[in-house]
Every structure is written in C-alpha cells, then in structure tokens.
C-alpha cells in the first residue's frame, strides 16, 4: 500500500507481529519493524505501563536515528485465577528464560493442579500505547476470557495458545485458523478499540 502510513512496532516476538499486521490490513496503517529496537527491561505493574515504555524507547531509538513516524507498543499475557492472575505481565518469561513454550505450558498446568482449585479461568490481555508523529498518545487495554486446556491441543499459533481454551468455540486458541483467533482474541479487541479512537483516527 505505497500511500499507507508506518507505524513502527516496539516488539521482537514474530507472532504479536504477524497478528499485528493482519489485524491491521486495510487501516490504512503499515506496520514495520525497525532493526536496533532493543527491549525495554519491562516493570511488572501493569500491561498498560509496560506498553507505554516499550513504545517510549522505540520512538526514542527511531528519534535518534533520524526517523520521526509513529510508533506502537504491545504488552500483553496470560492470567489464571486461580494463581491470583499469575504469570500475568511476567507470561513470555514464567518458568525462567530456558524454558521452552511447552515446559511453561506444562508448568501452568502443573500450578494450577497443585493450586487444588476446580477454578480453570484464564483471561489473555493485551494493551497498546499508540504514539504519533507529533508525539500524542493513545492507550487501550482489552482481554479475551478462557479456561486453562487439561493439555495442549493443536499448533497454531504461539506461546501459550494450545494451553488456552475458548468455550465458544470448544477449541484452543492452538486449534483455531488464524483468522479465527484474529475475529475474538485479545489483541483483536484492543487493535478494533486503538482503530476506533477518535484521537487515534485524527492522525
Ligand atoms: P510481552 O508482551 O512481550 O511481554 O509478552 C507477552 C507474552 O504473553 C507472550 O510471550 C506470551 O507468553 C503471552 N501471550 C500474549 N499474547 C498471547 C497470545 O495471543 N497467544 C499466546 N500467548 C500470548
């Protein structure tokens, strides 16, 4: 889309990406990725600050390298009730960095079991803190309501997806086509609410 404008995303993890982008197909928006993002070390507090820093240090890294456009940044993760909301904003590193997806997978699980709680809620969140070219913002945070899977079923997807039952589906978020997690999940919700923003439209 040659007169599409960039939004550049603060983010390293390829699937948020490939959501990202189709979610953003026909907005009249193109999202790119600059090279030397680094990651912010994130808080722990909320998605909402997480996402606003992460969006501040890219457009501060873009700035310095002579690229003023705007910039977006994702924070988003799992919760389970029953362990109080955990992994919540810590999700990408429960279970330690060497861990892979399946053994955090397993592990949630495993919590959970040990929890003793017939409670299986999970909730993914996701917000996103939108910055302008000229530096005005937008936040927004929605989420998607589940139940933690007795195990991991199906493959698409990525990170917790398999673990992450969707009643209305009776399937996985793992088992769902691609454009079916795109029309309820999370990000989805939080994208449709960024693109309905008035002060996000006046860009
Ligand atoms: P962060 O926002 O980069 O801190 O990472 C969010 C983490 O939350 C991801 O690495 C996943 O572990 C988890 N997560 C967020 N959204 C999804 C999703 O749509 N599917 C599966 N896992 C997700």
């Known amino acids: 889309m040659p007169d599409s404008k960039a939004i550049f995303v603060a983010t390293k993890n390829a699937g948020k990406l490939h959501e990202l982008r189709a979610l953003f197909s026909g907005s009249g928006w193109r999202l790119e990725t600059f090279g030397g993002y680094a990651d912010v070390a994130e808080g722990t507090t909320s998605y909402a600050e997480n996402a606003a820093l992460k969006a501040a240090a890219l457009r501060e890294q873009l700035v310095a390298a002579g690229i003023a456009e705007a910039v977006l940044g994702d924070d988003s993760g799992i919760e389970v009730r029953a362990l109080g909301g955990r992994p919540g904003v810590r999700s990408a590193r429960y279970g330690g960095d060497g861990a892979t997806w399946a053994e955090r997978r397993a592990l949630l699980r495993a919590e959970l079991a040990a929890s003793d709680s017939p409670d299986r809620g999970a909730r993914f969140v996701c917000a996103l ?62 994208v449709a609410a960024l693109l309905g923003a008035a002060h996000f439209r006046r860009d």
């Open 129 to 190: 803190h939108f910055i302008s070219s000229d530096g005005s913002t937008v936040g927004v945070e929605r989420d998607v309501a589940g139940l933690v899977a007795d195990k991991d079923r199906g493959t698409a997807g990525f990170s917790y997806d398999p673990t992450f039952w969707y009643p209305p589906a009776a399937k996985t978020f793992g088992e769902l086509s691609e454009e079916e997690k795109n029309a309820v999940s999370h990000r989805s919700r939080a």
